[in-house]
């Protein structure tokens, strides 16, 4: 198979692209399901004495932890997209290699250049 810049941009980029899109599907809809059943757990009645006993306001506090949680995990997508461009992109290592190892001698800002 002959190198072309689309077949060597391609195999560059689609494991870490698949990687992220494939983790903010997994996070991301479970979130989404949550709240389209909002609407499934009413809040209970504001007047009842007892809320721990009411089956509707034990409803609603389980679905409000249990969406609280997902939460928190479909946040985590926007934590984790570094670290599984880190694991998944050569392309993406090298070039956090070179922008972090890059002394400030070497660097163009210090010679006094600017980008064009």
Known sequence: MPCTVLSLYCTTLSYPVLSCRAHLIITTLPVTICYSLYFSFPEGDSDVPDVAADPTW???????????????????????????????????????????????????????????
Do not use: K, P, W
Request: hydrophobic residues 40%; charged residues 25%.
């Open 58 to 116: 034990r409803r609603h506090m389980v679905y409000s932890n249990i969406r609280t949680l997902v939460e928190e995990m479909g946040l985590s997508h926007y934590a984790c997209n570094f670290y599984i461009y880190l694991m998944t992109g050569r392309v993406f290592r090298r070039e956090l290699r070179r922008l972090l190892c890059r002394s400030d001698a070497n660097s163009e800002f210090a010679a006094g250049q600017r980008l064009a």
